[in-house]
């Protein structure tokens, strides 16, 4: 399984980005798809997550309403829209896939994710 986000990049507080993760190796479409951030010496942190069906999607509270997730099921990628940028969203943004298709719940854990993409660097000046 392969995991290759892009799209990070420099913006000023109060822009947008999108954040692509294409996948391959795997049933793409069974497949609950999440993305996680991790800022300079703090831990990792769930962003959001996408059912596999792509109807229903979670957030965290610091980027809800902010942020959204999407997916292409016919492109095998899934996508993060970060709007209203503020520069606690500088991270590095990885996307992640559980072990196992069909999820039940929503993941939002680190531990429950089993395949990671190599991250992307996001960085928001003031």
């Known amino acids: 399984v392969q995991l290759q986000a892009s799209g990070g990049g420099l913006v000023q507080a109060g822009g947008s980005l999108r954040l692509s993760c294409a996948a391959s190796?795997?049933?793409?479409?069974?497949?609950?798809m999440g993305w996680f951030r991790q800022a300079p010496g703090k831990d990792r942190e769930f962003v959001a997550v996408i059912k596999w069906r792509g109807v229903n999607t979670y957030y965290a509270d610091s980027v809800k309403g902010r942020f959204t997730i999407s997916r292409d099921n016919g492109k095998n990628t899934v996508y993060l829209q970060m709007n209203s940028l503020k520069p606690e969203d500088t991270a590095v943004y990885y996307c992640?896939?559980?072990?196992?298709?069909?999820?039940?719940?929503?993941?939002?854990?680190?531990?429950?994710?089993?395949?990671w993409g190599q991250g992307t660097q996001v960085t928001v000046s003031s």
């Open positions: 992640a896939a559980p072990p196992r298709p069909y999820g039940i719940g929503w993941y939002i854990g680190g531990h429950e994710y089993g395949y």
């Open positions: 190796g795997l049933t793409f479409s069974t497949y609950d």
